[in-house]
């Protein structure tokens, strides 16, 4: 932690590297901010599942849900979620597997809060991007 801005930096294995000078996630206090993650391995960054934004979307929710454990936090613990999308006829499959996701990591089902945008992505194989905000006790 940083002594002088409370802030802490959250580095996991588990999901990409950041790409560019930002940190995967920050915590401050109860606060946990996740970097916009997107469908790439882990563990050599590749970008996973060309033209397939399910599949796209499951790999982004798991290196969201990394960086998230990696702060002391849990899906259960997200306010809100923001999806980035580079292609309207995607939000119904992606939505799908959000649906899923959300369903199996929040017990309690009191779903995150939700915002949809329709962007150009920093790289071509990306079809979806996705960053969270989460409160932990």
């Not at 916009?36 to 798991?62: F, M």
Request: hydrophobic share 40%; with cysteine; proline share 7%.
């Amino acid at each position: 932690m940083n002594e002088k801005t409370g802030k802490t930096e959250i580095r996991t294995a588990g999901a990409p590297a950041p790409a560019w000078v930002f940190s995967q996630g920050v915590r401050k206090g109860p606060l946990l901010q996740v970097s916009g993650q997107g469908p790439q391995d882990p563990e050599t960054g590749a970008y996973l599942h060309p033209g397939d934004v399910r599949a796209q979307t499951r790999r982004t929710l798991e290196n969201v849900r990394a960086v998230l454990e990696a702060g002391g936090a849990s899906v259960e613990d997200v306010l809100m979620f923001r999806v980035y999308l580079t292609r309207r006829e995607d939000f119904g499959p992606m939505n799908e597997v959000y649906g899923e996701f959300v369903a199996e990591h929040v017990p309690s089902g009191v779903r995150p809060c939700r915002t949809t945008v329709f962007v150009e992505l920093p790289h071509e194989a990306m079809l979806v991007e996705i960053d969270a905000q989460a409160a932990v006790d």
